[in-house]
């Protein structure tokens, strides 16, 4: 595993960790109820809450890379 695969792995683990902390009780969550939404050009808007959570010291650096990544690890 390269560094860049590394380095994925270890965002989408966080990603997907903050994600359950949020949305874990929710029994809609991710079956049902997702913390993004996907536009037909490629946009995405992610939950307000999970912006919260990304927007706090030390989860910074996954903003962009969620905006990125986030559809794939729900496809």
């Keep these: 595993m390269n560094m860049s695969d590394s380095s994925q792995s270890d965002n989408a683990i ?3 960790d903050i994600m359950y902390d949020l949305y874990g009780a929710d029994k809609r969550y991710p079956t049902q ?3 993004f939404l996907a536009g037909d050009d490629g946009s995405v808007v992610l939950d307000v809450d999970l912006m919260t959570e990304l927007n706090k010291d ?8 969620a905006h990125k990544n986030i559809v794939s ?3």
């Design 14 to 16: 966080r990603l997907l």
């Design 33 to 35: 109820k997702l913390p």
């Design 58 to 65: 030390g989860n910074q650096d996954l903003v962009e890379w």
């Design 73 to 75: 690890l729900f496809e």
